[in-house]
T-cell receptor
Framework: GDSVTQMEGPVTLSEEAFLTINCTYT??????LFWYVQYPGEGLQLLLK?????DKGSNKGFEATYRKETTSFHLEKGSVQVSDSAVYFC????????????FGTGTRLQVTL | GAGVSQSPRYKVAKRGQDVALRCDPI?????LFWYQQALGQGPEFLTY????????KSGLPSDRFFAERPEGSVSTLKIQRTQQEDSAVYLC????????????FGPGTRLTVT
């Protein structure tokens, strides 16, 4: 079945550092790929998405590129802020009509001054 | 506008009790999903509704779990004879369409079974 593998956290960075959170997936067909973020005390929010190979999703300075050849969707940001501290989830939606999401286990990011 | 709301936000149940968790989706959203999130894990799919029809319940872990959405709006997830392994955060999400459109999540209900 479908699966998503994320790098384990926590990831601790200083403010203005470069961020990469790795995500790889296994799926039959051509899934859509997502990054969701969960800030402390809040619900899951969609951060960005990509629906086909070589698409780049971007939002709030975060980017991720759908790489079919390496089945990856790594999240990057050039300069993190303390306010980016949260848990980040990589997810996929398979090519069926019911677009249920399959999530990774999440990566906690802690940004310090 | 109002987002997805869930109630109660926290629920403590003694083992063997029945619980009912409510989800109010965004008005007009066709699709509704329930997920279960154990501590330190990602959400896992439980069931999916398109309007009032339950089209996929493959993720429900046992026949103690039951979900309904009788009028195609509010949904209730019921767990009978709760067990300790049912302790988790239960997330509801709604989506305006039936394809791979964005899902909007509620804040979740944290269920603790003692």
């Amino acid at each position: 079945g479908d699966s998503v593998t994320q790098m384990e956290g926590p990831v601790t960075l200083s403010e203005e550092a470069f961020l990469t959170i790795n995500c790889t997936y296994t799926a039959t067909g051509y899934p859509s790929l997502f990054w969701y973020v969960q800030y402390p005390g809040e619900g899951l929010q969609l951060l960005l998405k990509a629906t086909k190979a070589d698409d780049k999703g971007s939002n709030k300075g975060f980017e991720a590129t759908y790489r079919k050849e390496t089945t990856s969707f790594h999240l990057e940001k050039g300069s993190v802020q303390v306010s980016d501290s949260a848990v980040y989830f990589c997810a996929l939606s398979d090519s069926g009509t019911a677009s249920k999401l399959t999530f990774g286990t999440g990566t906690r990011l802690q940004v310090t001054l | 506008g109002a987002g997805v709301s869930q109630s109660p936000r926290y629920k403590v149940a003694k083992r063997g009790q029945d619980v009912a968790l409510r989800c109010d989706p965004i008005s007009g959203h066709v699709s509704l999903f329930w997920y279960q999130q154990a501590l330190g894990q990602g959400p896992e799919f439980l069931t999916y509704f398109q309007n009032e029809a339950q089209l996929d319940k493959s993720g429900l872990p046992s026949d103690r779990f039951f979900a309904e959405r009788p009028e195609g709006s509010v949904s209730t997830l019921k767990i009978q004879r709760t067990q300790q392994e049912d302790s988790a955060v239960y997330l509801c999400a709604s989506s305006p369409g039936t394809g791979r459109s964005e899902q909007y999540f509620g804040p979740g209900t944290r269920l603790t079974v003692t």
